[in-house]
């Protein structure tokens, strides 16, 4: 079954620090798309990256980077040098064609920055 | 101006009352969505389109209907409201079917 896995619920950490959310999935799929996206305080849901399944290269932007493995089918995120602003909720979500491109998402980690 | 609107951003409701959330877009999207968001349980479709004469429930649909009455407006309607209603809801577009979603900026519903 499809399924999406963050298993962090929450993290703290001390601004400047570099931190990790991990996110797990589950497809049948050998085609698919995963994103991440950050849910600060506000409410509103940004978009941030799209990855297919085809590119396991690893981006980065900026301080944020995006590690996907397929062989753990795994596309983790981290954030160097981490900022206060980086505080929310962060979702990672996945698209594929058994479920009808439906994005399923994850339960998001809650990321909280102290300065 | 947001490519996503929802109206209203919140909204208290009594038990038992019907209310409409309405979302329009300005991204030429044809495809757009309904999710729920509830703490620790990440985003859960409630309705989605493919286009005006496409509708299709998504994994919590009952309790739920919808309307599509242009490409651009997309709205969901609580027929009966009960609290476990309460939520924050969002509407979201897609240009296809493997591409990120957009969304508006959420509706807090609460149901008292």
């Known amino acids: 079954a499809q399924k999406v896995t963050q298993a962090q619920t929450e993290i703290s950490v001390v601004e400047k620090e570099d931190v990790t959310l991990d996110c797990v999935y589950e497809?049948?799929?050998?085609?698919?798309?995963l994103f991440w996206y950050k849910q600060p305080p506000s409410g509103e849901l940004v978009f941030l990256i799209r990855?297919?399944?085809?590119d396991e290269q690893n981006e980065i932007s900026g301080r944020y980077s995006w590690n996907f493995q397929k062989s753990t089918s795994s596309f983790n995120f981290t954030i160097t040098a981490s900022q206060v602003v980086d505080s929310a909720v962060y979702f990672c979500a996945l698209s594929e064609g058994d479920s009808n491109y439906q994005l399923i998402w994850g339960a998001g980690t809650k990321l909280i920055i102290k300065p | 101006d947001a490519d996503v609107t929802q109206t209203p951003r919140n909204r208290i409701t009594k038990t038992g009352k019907r209310i409409m959330l309405e979302c329009s877009q300005t991204k030429g999207h044809d495809r757009m969505y309904w999710y729920r968001q509830d703490p620790g349980l990440g985003l859960r479709l409630i309705y989605y389109?493919?286009?005006?004469?496409?509708?299709n429930k998504g994994e919590i649909s009952d309790g739920y209907s919808v309307s599509r009455q242009a490409q651009a407006k997309f709205s969901l309607s609580l027929e009966s409201a009960i609290p476990n209603q309460t939520a924050l809801y969002f509407c979201?577009?897609?240009?296809?079917?493997?591409?990120?979603?957009?969304f508006g900026q959420g509706t807090r519903l609460t149901v008292v």
């Open positions: 990855r297919n399944s085809f």
């Open positions: 979201a577009t897609r240009r296809g079917r493997n591409t990120e979603a957009f």
């Open positions: 389109s493919f286009d005006v004469k496409d509708i």
């Open positions: 497809t049948r799929d050998t085609t698919y798309y």
